[in-house]
């Protein structure tokens, strides 16, 4: 504070107008040669200020009538009302970004901005791609792409159009959703992808804000793609998807009439530099409302003494009453693990007599039901169960977590004479 109350008036003054000095370094564009740059971010991460920043250092020289590196550009948002609003008109938008002597001069009916060098920009929407078919640019600012009604059609239009100088450049700022044209862009090698999320600028957000909607949205599938800016896909024929596990997400359990612990030991050998795969360890419980909850993921990468450890520190922190482990290539070799570890733990071993999807269809058409709820956010356990289909595990290595969740849910709800392939066929599957 004493450097700043020691500027003279005009040097706090270009100070105040100095981008490079207030945004953080994600906001600011990638070096060496691209043709996009993409940020793809949560809400509030400050993607509007970046672009309307960008914009301003492309176009404006070192004074208001010297020429910048761009003379032409297109402006494109999902709705005119959006580029007017926001892009253009915003508190973050490009006319408040500007020095008044730098400040274009905006002409909503001509849908155009004109700087004082004599530079231009025209506002599209992606409601009307045919707009962008015969105007040409040499640089672009795309916003909330993600959100565009013909994302595909617009984007292709631009691209035709982003034809002039030897180093034509585009920026596209959007909270992301996986739509195949943004995945596309992200692919291209000539695209720097900058991530982000909202809490990234929360020096900038209302505190009640960022508590509100961190304590709703949290390690929900909308909460990953709206507040960190992940692509969350649902993977078709999927046997759980994230909206199924999203709405039956809970902040607590009930009281519950039994708690289990299942292990779903990867199979490999005793040695763990041979094994590759996670030891799936799942916490679940059946309350008295007669749902199953979710409880824990104490999934590890142990030799069998750190995992059974893991296992019976699990079960006593949660007062099981039961811990039920996979029998798999190991033999008895988990049961001995365990009784190694505790001989106190009440224990039992099943046995995967079916394949991974037979056993998992049952336990998915739970959640189905509204009938399994997980008590807050487990997101690598979500992820492999939304990569099982009917036809097997389409992820990467082995789904220890969710096998392991399959056994607890069910020994909980399905009972010990459950029969998987007969429920199949009685389902008509």
């Known amino acids: 504070m004493a450097i700043l109350r020691s500027l003279s008036e005009e040097e706090a003054s270009a100070l105040e107008w100095d981008w490079q000095f207030w945004a953080r370094p994600e906001q600011l564009p990638p070096p060496g040669q691209w043709l996009t740059w ?38 494109v948002a999902e709705t005119a009302a959006d580029a007017r609003d926001v892009m253009v008109e915003g ?6 970004v500007h020095p008044k002597a730098f400040r274009p001069m905006y002409e909503p009916s001509k849908r155009r901005l004109t700087w004082p060098n004599g530079a231009t920009a025209t506002l599209f929407n992606a409601t009307e791609p045919d707009q962008l078919r015969g105007p040409q640019f ?9 959100k565009w009604r013909y994302a595909r059609e617009t ?22 959703k996986p739509i195949p044209v943004l995945r596309e862009i992200i692919a291209a090698e000539s ?21 509100s909607v ?63 795969d996670d030891i799936g360890i799942i916490v679940a419980g059946r309350g008295i409302d007669g749902d199953a909850y979710v409880l824990a993921d104490r999934t590890c990468l142990l030799s ?77 356990l979500e992820d492999e169960m939304c990569n099982f289909t009917s036809s097997g595990y389409i992820g990467e290595n082995s789904p220890n977590r969710a096998d392991a969740l399959v056994w607890a849910i069910t020994e909980l ?17």
């Not at 909460?223 to 199924?244: F, S, Y």
């Not at 999203?246 to 490999?268: F, T």
């Not at 998987?420 to 389902?427: F, G, I, N, S, T």
């Open 155 to 176: 984007w292709d239009m631009l691209q035709f159009g982003l034809r002039l100088g030897s180093d034509p450049r585009q920026l596209v700022t959007t909270t992301p």
């Open 138 to 146: 040499d640089g672009a600012w795309c916003d909330e792409i993600a």
């Open 214 to 276: 961190t304590e709703r949205y949290a390690g929900t599938r909308l909460g990953r793609q709206e507040l960190d800016g992940e692509i969350i896909d649902d993977v078709a024929g999927a046997l759980w998807t994230r909206a199924m596990l999203d709405e039956g997400r809970v902040k607590a359990a009930p009281d519950l009439a039994r708690i289990v612990v299942a292990v779903d030991p990867s199979g490999a050998s005793d040695n763990p530099d041979q094994r590759s």
């Open 191 to 211: 695209t720097r992808v900058t991530r982000g999320a909202t809490r990234d600028n929360a020096g900038n957000l209302a505190p009640t804000f960022l508590k």
């Open 38 to 75: 993409l940020i793809l971010a949560g809400r509030g991460f400050g993607k509007t200020r970046a672009g309307a920043e960008w914009i301003r250092a492309e176009v404006c020289g070192a004074t208001p009538l010297e020429p910048g590196r761009r003379m032409r550009l297109a402006l």
């Open 91 to 96: 508190d973050s938008g490009i006319l408040a």
């Open 413 to 429: 709800m399905l009972g010990d004479g459950f029969d998987p392939e007969l429920w199949k066929r009685l389902a008509g599957g």
């Open 304 to 380: 069998p003494a750190g995992w059974g450890r893991r296992a019976v520190e699990a079960y006593h922190s949660f007062a099981a009453d039961l811990l039920v482990a996979e029998r798999n290539f190991g033999g008895g070799m988990v049961k001995f693990v365990i009784e190694t570890a505790d001989k106190q733990v009440a224990f039992k071993e099943v046995v995967a007599s079916r394949g991974k999807a037979v056993r998992a269809e049952p336990v998915a058409a739970l959640y189905e039901q509204g009938r399994v709820h997980h008590v807050g956010a487990f997101h690598d």
